[in-house]
């Protein structure tokens, strides 16, 4: 059987797949596949190991009907029309777990950053202006019991927590749709409202996934009701914060700072003025970027093509509805 991969993943993926037998193709042309050219290597291979950059709509999964599994290297699939998948009776199986720490890291790195203006300051020393030492100047802000907002407290949002806890003894505020036992019980979270989460934040972190009911949600009208003093950390998606919106909080000072690992678009273009803002921070999307993360993702990926592909259900299946049109798919 024959798997198509969308991109060069690392190793422990590629091995796990060529040791069961699988005969393995893979982009590696230095741009991303347009999705004609997805369809068309889709269609002679029998699963597709794809990205979350890969647009997985209705038309893509509908002349893809024949795979027999699709793995996405990711954990978000706000790409992917589930209902779609389910419909065609195609599995998808995403990357849950392995990245969550490598993303609150990122996460956490930003909020330090932010607080403390650092990736400003490191543009003025490459600009030749370091400046004199003047005990006014350059102030940052601390964290130390300050109080963490988190909106969408899931995985990513939980490993955040047990830092901003940890190292600061931040209060963890929560807004979910239901109540997250854990945090509660191991971080003594308090699940809020979204309107008390806006109020009582002093670091407010986006963890939810992106969905019609979070895209745009970080627009003006909700930036106005956050502290003056806060930051904003979004590492989550870039369609659920407005950027026009965002850049006029950061210039007007209805928030202290931001922090993105995400944009809309990405990349973001060189000139977008979020760079040059002192109390701005943006990353390219490095959320799972390190080598223990990306071995695990590519590890996942690979065995639910190999379950896909065995017939067996997925271990981290998106839509495990589709197993209930088919009795005959085996644990
Ligand atoms: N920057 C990166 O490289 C990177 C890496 C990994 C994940 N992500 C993003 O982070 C997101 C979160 O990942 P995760 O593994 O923590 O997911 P998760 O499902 O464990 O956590 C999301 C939480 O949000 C809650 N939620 C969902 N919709 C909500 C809504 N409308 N209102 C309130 N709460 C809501 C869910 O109940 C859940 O608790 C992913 O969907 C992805 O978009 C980004
Ligand atoms: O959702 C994810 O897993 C990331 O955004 C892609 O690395």
Redesign the pocket.
Known sequence: MKVFVSRLIPDTGLQLLQQAGLQTTVWTEDRQITQQELIEQAKQHDALLCM?SDKMDAHFLTQCQHLKVIAQF?????NVDVAASTRLGIPFGNT??V??D??AD?AFLLMLAVSRKAFYMHKRIISGDWGTYRPTLNLGVELKNKTLGI????????ELARRCRGAYNMKVIY????H?VQAEQELQAQRVS?EELLAQSDVLSV?????P??EG?FNADVFRKMKPSSIFIN???GKIHQEQDLIQALNEGWIWGAGL??TNPEPMKPDNPLLSMPNAAVLP?????TVQARNDMARLAAMNIIAGLHGKRLPHCINPEVYKKDKSISN
């Open positions: 979350g990711s954990v978000g699939y706000d849950p777990d990245l969550s490598a993303t990122v909106f969408g407290l899931g995985r990513i949002g939980m807004h979910n749709r239901s997250n979204f963890h939810v996934a992106l969905s009911e979070t949600k590492t989550a998606r690992d995400v999307h490095i959320g799972s970027a």
